[in-house]
């Protein structure tokens, strides 16, 4: 895998994974650009990273996407590696008749329909790279699910078989696809899971990229760090045990 000289958009890039990777990327002398929803924490970016390009943009939103592919391909000229990052989770009772059905399907629509629609447009784009890469961001939980959160591990699972799907899909065009697995990583997207730490043992974000990158440039396909790789192989050999082991309480609080 190409290391360095490479045009690099990360979705979501304005903190946690996103940022980490970013931030890997940078330090291998790369040209990175993030994006995200929240202007203010992309400039806060902007000002302890001088080199990283900052677009604010809505993954979600069509229009928003297709101008900043038209940003990049004027500036930039092209893009070599797209990295599928945005996400987000909420802890859901899917007992409670009283869940907000809006914040569920937006769940949805960030973290699985997204992902397609950033490849679709920028889709141009990787065809013209000499090097093109795509990355998606899923989870461990696409093995096991976790049950606070359903509607997370059921996108991720998603993710996971579409970006099985694809991968032959876009090799003759001549773009490689990687999946990266994180396990549970300390970020604000995990703030309130109610689980035992010493089960999950999560890693900081800066791990997580040092794991990944490890992994990247050695052309791997499917990327899973820490207790991932655990979740992939019980999900096989013992898959009732593991979904047991990871939801001892399936009910979040206040849910």
């Keep these: 895998m190409i290391q360095s000289n490479q045009i690099v958009l990360i979705t979501g890039g304005g903190s946690g994974i996103g940022l980490a990777l970013a931030q890997k990327f940078l330090e291998n002398n790369n040209t990175v650009i993030i994006t995200g929803r929240n202007l203010s924490k992309l400039e806060k ?3 302890e990273n001088p080199k990283i390009h900052i677009y604010q943009s809505d993954v979600t939103d069509d229009p928003e996407v297709r101008m900043l592919v038209d940003n990049i391909l004027q500036k930039f000229g092209g893009l070599d590696v797209l990295i599928n990052n945005a996400g987000i989770m909420n802890l859901v009772d899917a007992g409670n008749q009283e869940n907000d059905l809006q914040k569920q399907m937006q769940e949805i629509e960030i973290n699985y329909n997204s992902p397609i629609r950033v490849l679709h447009y920028f889709l141009p784009l990787l065809k013209k790279s000499k090097n093109a890469v795509l990355v998606n961001v899923s989870s461990g939980l696409a093995y096991v699910p976790f049950a606070q959160a359903p509607v997370y591990s059921g ?10 799907g694809i991968r032959p899909q876009l090799k003759p065009h001549g ?8 396990p549970v990583v300390r970020t604000d997207i995990f703030n309130g899971i109610e689980v035992n730490e010493a089960d999950l043992k999560p890693i900081l974000p800066a791990k997580l990229a040092d794991l990944f990158w490890k992994d990247y440039i ?9 207790i991932s790789k655990k979740l992939k192989l019980m999900s096989r050999l013992a898959p009732r045990f593991i979904f047991k082991q990871l939801n001892k309480k399936p009910i979040p609080n206040n849910k």
Aim: aromatic residues 6%; hydrophobic residues 40%; glycine residues 6%.
């Design 45 to 47: 970016v902007k000002n």
């Design 218 to 226: 050695k052309g791997k396909e499917e990327i899973t760090p820490g």
């Design 175 to 182: 773009i490689k696809v990687v999946e990266l697995l994180p």
């Design 155 to 164: 996108t991720k699972s998603a993710l996971h078989f579409w970006t099985l």
